[in-house]
């Protein structure tokens, strides 16, 4: 393995480093020695390597390419009693209840792979595995690897955890591993941002409050028919939980009888929180005592519960959001800025019975969102950290980036990639193949003609496009609204535009239901292998497979936007962070992030991270097309990833971007 020394320090590469790779290992061994912050946005292909990620698939994929390396550090790997539990009754419960059963099987010694991890030497040598192979090799040894992988975090050199690990306060308190002079590295760091804002955020609806209610029911039935017997020392009685009801019901009629418009809610300064349960007689001096009653009636209802109900318990999330509330008495104040209070009502139309009629069901929401995601990394911050490197394909802005996180990042990279012009060709196609403008705004997007014209333009390039086809609408609804319209089947009798689209390549489209999400993945990836005119995969921005999935080489010869997916204007949460963003006060000679600026980042930001599901390392290629006019405009263009930008065509018809993506002019890009 070639070992390269940068700035004074040797690097070990498991191939010959590129030159973007030198200049990413430079900056974060800069970053290192001097216990800086880093901002490091880089391509995909220039061999990162990192801890943290969002999900255990990208965690997967940097494990794979620690291995290849000269360095073999300790290694522990986290993650949830989901991912981990082997027990063949417990795996298949979720949340509260299977937290719950596993800490009570463990106690009472009737689980084996426990009792064999407490048999051997705890978790042995921590080696580089991830967390399939984690689960493999405990579960052959009758070993639990969830505990398993808890005794590993003191041995380990190098943790691997998803970043809701670090950023979820209660989370990270549950793990009891100390930051002080942690190096925290996180990757896929564009989403960092909302998952520390969602991390401090919590809602609560009235349909929340009543299943609270039903469980301390349940827990009082149970006490009062000798079902559950609480411990000499418990605070728990008929009493106590009558009480706790009794408090349940008051907070809901509040809630309800709260004066809220049909349109927007009503919305209040963060402070109201205390306010609100004020009038309930909940304080930082109350609270502890509400919390404790409310989790010893948790664990009452899953000691004496239904053990095969794989519930979450709605007191569970009670407790949560008043520990985030609770927690801090000397800085409330303060971090309440960071805040807004937001009720609203919400009908939802349901039925009872499948074949029986729709009911509609009106329901109030509480939320406490927070609006600056740097509440949550100044938390991580001030834990004594040695440092934070952040990185990802698509951080840019990075002014923007730090404003938002609020903590600083002297040393940035915006870094090339690592292939060249020949293995790109993007181009922006404002108009179809008749002529017709292909704009996907409100104004235009449910038009028939907008609709016809999208899917003949898509036809002509999946004819031109060989192997894998990734095409990505801004929303869900947009994508089935295209998909229906295309399946009408014309009075004519002509095939319809999903049938002619069929002709030429079999069509995959992202389920909404993540459990049929990995059966579609590999169904589009084995039709790739097998069929040699390929396959269509129908995505969203935003979406899973616009997240941390490789299709690379023929997976991903070609990835089409069909539009800019801007999130949807009027939503409450997206109107408020804007006036938040608009009302702050910056010091003087610092530039303002704008509402409007973070909300057309965003979008740019989902774009981005679409666009490089394709050409993945030094010897990928493939194209980018870009099917709406408003990515001609040089404000939009300016928001594309820096290393595509010198690449970028903005075509005045469908027939010049045609002959530009036909031989000879892309005889070297699809070669």
Not at 592 to 598: A, D, F, I, P, S
């Amino acid at each position: 393995m070639p070992t390269v020394r940068i700035a004074g320090v040797p690097v070990s590469f498991p191939f010959t480093p590129y030159e973007s790779q030198l200049v990413y290992m430079e900056k974060v061994i800069t970053a290192l020695e001097t216990k800086q912050n880093a901002l490091l946005e880089s391509p995909t292909g220039t061999g990162k390597i990192i801890y943290s990620s969002r999900t255990h698939t990208q965690l997967k994929q940097v494990v794979k390419e620690l291995k290849q390396t000269a360095y073999k550090p300790k290694v522990a790997i986290l993650g949830s009693r989901e991912h981990l539990c082997v027990h063949p009754e417990i795996s298949k419960m979720r949340g509260t209840q299977q937290n719950h059963s596993c800490r009570q099987a463990a106690k009472q010694m009737r689980c084996i792979f426990k009792s064999g991890y407490d048999q051997s030497k705890k978790g042995g040598n921590p080696r580089i595995m991830d967390i399939e192979e984690l689960v493999t090799v405990n579960r052959e040894r009758q070993i639990c690897p969830f505990y398993a992988s808890r005794d590993m975090l003191s041995k380990a050199n190098v943790i691997f955890m998803p970043y809701n690990y670090l950023v979820d306060p209660p989370l990270r308190a549950s793990l009891g591993v100390s930051l002080e002079n942690a190096i925290l590295i996180f990757d896929e760091a564009h989403n960092v941002e909302s998952i520390a804002s969602e991390a401090a955020s919590y809602s609560l609806s009235t349909e929340d409050i009543q299943g609270c209610i039903k469980e301390a029911q349940e827990c009082h039935r149970m006490i009062a028919t000798s079902r559950y017997v609480p411990e000499e020392s418990s605070f728990l009685s008929t009493q106590s939980v009558t009480t706790l009801m009794e408090l349940l019901m008051e907070i809901e009629r509040g809630l309800l009888s709260f004066p809220v418009s049909k349109d927007g809610g009503c919305t209040k300064p963060g402070e109201y929180i205390f306010d609100f349960f004020k009038a309930f007689n909940i304080s930082f001096d109350t609270a502890p005592m509400v919390l404790g009653i409310s989790e010893q009636v948790i664990e009452a209802i899953t000691d004496g519960g239904n053990a095969s109900n794989p519930r979450n318990s709605k007191l569970e999330s009670l407790v949560s959001f008043l520990k985030t509330i609770f927690r801090d008495k000397d800085n409330h104040h303060k971090m309440t800025k960071q805040f807004r209070v937001h009720i609203q009502e919400e009908t939802q139309t349901s039925r009872r019975y499948q074949s029986g009629p729709p009911v509609m069901k009106t329901m109030r929401w509480f939320h406490y969102w927070c609006f600056h995601p740097g509440v949550a990394m100044q938390e991580i911050y001030d834990q004594k950290v040695h440092n934070i490197i952040l990185t990802s394909g698509t951080l840019s802005p990075l002014d923007t980036t730090t404003k938002e996180l609020g903590i600083p990042f002297p040393i940035q990279l915006e870094n090339c990639h690592v292939v060249d012009a020949s293995q790109v060709w993007l181009g922006v196609v404002g108009v179809g193949v008749t002529g017709k403008r292909l704009n996907s705004s409100y104004q235009y997007r449910s038009s028939v003609e907008y609709l016809v014209e999208l899917g003949n333009t898509l036809i002509n390039f999946a004819r031109l496009v060989p192997n894998g086809l990734l095409i990505f609408f801004p929303s869900y609804t947009i994508m089935d609204q295209c998909v229906a319209h295309w399946q009408l089947k014309p009075a004519n009798q002509q095939p319809c535009i999903w049938d002619r689209l069929l002709q030429l390549k079999t069509i995959h489209v992202e389920p909404k239901n993540r459990f049929e999400f990995a059966d579609v993945v590999t169904a589009y990836h084995d039709e790739i292998k097998s069929n040699p005119q390929g396959a269509i995969f129908m995505a969203v921005c935003r979406g899973k497979v616009s997240e941390g999935i490789d299709f690379s080489n023929e997976n991903g010869r070609a990835v089409v936007i069909t539009g800019l997916p801007f999130a949807p204007i009027k939503d409450p949460k997206i109107v408020l962070k804007k006036e938040f963003l608009d009302q702050a006060i910056v010091p003087p000679g610092e530039s303002k992030l704008t509402g409007n600026n973070w909300y057309v980042q965003q979008a740019a930001r989902a774009v981005n991270q679409a666009i490089g599901r394709v050409i993945r390392h030094r010897h990928d290629y493939g194209a980018i097309i870009l099917l709406d006019e408003r990515f001609g405009y040089a404000q939009q263009r300016g928001t594309l990833s820096k290393w595509l930008q010198s690449y970028c065509h903005n075509f005045s018809s469908y027939g010049a971007a045609h002959e530009m993506h036909t031989p000879p002019q892309t005889s070297t890009l699809y070669r």
